[in-house]
C-alpha cells in the first residue's frame, strides 16, 4: 500500500509542472498586456517610459522562459509575486479566502451526499414504481439547469417572494444553503443515477442470491450486500465532485456575494491581476489532484485488486 501511495505521489510532481507551464504560458501569450493592467490598476498614466519601467519591474523585458524559470524558483518557495490591485503577497490572500471557500465547498458535498444516497437507494429499491420516475426527473433536471440559473430562482424565490433566505454575504447556515443547493445540484443528479445503477446492477449478482438462499432478512441483504458494493464507485465519484464543486464555487461566490477564493479570482480576471490567476489555478489545481489522490487511496484500501493492477504485491 506504501509504494502504491509513493507512486501516485510522485506522478503529482510532472502533473502539477505542467499545469503551471500551461497557465503561465496561456497568460504571457495572450490578449493583453500585464504591463498595461499594472499601470492602470496602480492609475499610473500608460506613456511609453512608464510601460518600459513597469515591464523591466515585473521582468517582462526578459524572454518568457526565462520568465517561467524565476516565477518557477520563486513559487517553489511559496512566493507566487504580489497582487497588482491591492500589493499583498497573492498567496497570503488566496490563503485568506480559501477557508470559505472550503466551507462552502464542504457543505454543498455534505449535501450531495446526504440527498443522493438516500434517493439512489430508494429508487433502485421503487425500480419503475413513482418514486423512481420521481428520481429520473430530478437527476435530468439536475444535469439539465445551469447552476447560475438556478441561484437567481432560489435568490428569487426564497429570498425576494418569501423572505426565508438571506439573499447575499457570509453568516450562519441560511448563508449557505442556496450557494450550496446551486453549486450541488448537478453532482447530486450525477449521484443519484450512479447509486441507482449500481444497485439494480448487484441486485442480481451471485453473492445476493447466495445471502438470500442462507434465509438473511432482506434488509441485511440490501445494507450489507448490495449496498455496501454499490458504493465503492461512488467513493470514485467524489473526486469528480470535489472539482465540480469548486468549478460552481466561482459563480455561486459571485451570485451570492461570498468572500471566497473564487469571487476574489473573478475580480482578479477581471482586472487582469496575472499573480493572483497564476496562483489560484496552481492552488485549485493542487486541491483538484491531491481530493483525487485520496479517493484513489480509499478505493485501492477497499478494492486491493487496484493495488496488484499497480504492480503492488506487498
Not at 246 to 253: I, K, W
Not at 263 to 276: E, G, L, Q
Not at 287 to 310: K, Q
Amino acid at each position: 500500500m506504501l509504494r502504491y501511495i509513493l507512486k501516485r505521489l510522485l506522478i503529482l510532481i510532472p502533473l502539477l509542472l505542467g499545469v503551471s507551464i500551461i497557465v503561465f504560458l496561456i497568460l504571457r501569450l495572450g490578449h493583453g498586456d500585464p504591463a498595461m493592467a499594472y499601470l492602470r490598476l496602480s492609475n499610473i498614466p500608460p506613456t511609453d517610459q512608464a510601460l518600459a519601467v513597469a515591464r523591466q519591474e515585473l521582468g517582462l523585458n526578459l524572454p518568457v522562459p526565462v520568465q517561467y524559470m524565476n516565477w518557477l524558483g520563486k513559487a517553489l518557495h511559496l512566493d507566487f509575486g504580489r497582487s497588482y490591485v491591492t500589493g499583498n503577497p497573492v498567496l497570503e490572500e488566496i490563503l485568506y479566502y480559501l477557508p470559505n471557500t472550503l466551507k462552502l465547498a464542504g457543505f454543498s458535498l455534505l449535501l450531495t451526499l446526504a440527498v443522493s444516497l438516500p434517493l439512489g437507494i430508494w429508487a433502485a429499491l421503487q425500480k419503475d414504481r413513482l418514486p423512481d420516475q420521481v428520481t429520473r426527473l430530478i437527476s435530468f433536471a439536475g444535469v439539465s439547469m445551469p447552476g447560475f440559473w438556478l441561484g437567481f430562482i432560489c435568490v428569487w424565490i426564497f429570498s425576494i417572494r418569501l423572505g426565508w433566505l438571506p439573499p447575499l454575504g457570509m453568516g450562519g447556515l441560511d448563508h449557505m444553503i442556496m450557494p450550496a443547493v446551486s453549486m450541488s445540484l448537478m453532482s447530486l443528479a450525477i449521484n443519484i443515477r450512479l447509486i441507482r445503477g449500481n444497485m439494480l446492477d448487484n441486485m442480481h449478482a451471485r453473492y445476493v442470491l447466495y445471502a438470500r438462499v442462507r434465509g438473511l432478512p432482506e434488509s441485511v441483504v440490501v445494507s450489507r450486500h448490495i449496498l455496501v458494493n454499490s458504493l465503492i464507485p461512488v467513493i470514485t465519484a467524489i473526486g469528480m465532485h470535489v472539482g465540480e464543486l469548486f468549478g460552481g464555487a466561482v459563480v455561486a461566490e459571485s451570485i451570492f456575494s461570498w468572500p471566497g477564493v473564487g469571487r476574489y479570482a473573478v475580480s482578479a480576471i477581471y482586472n487582469r491581476d496575472y499573480p493572483v490567476m497564476q496562483c489560484f489555478i496552481l492552488i485549485m489545481t493542487s486541491i483538484f489532484v491531491l481530493m483525487n489522490l485520496g479517493v484513489d487511496i480509499l478505493y485501492a484500501w477497499l478494492d486491493p485488486r487496484i493495488r496488484l493492477e499497480g504492480g503492488d504485491h506487498q
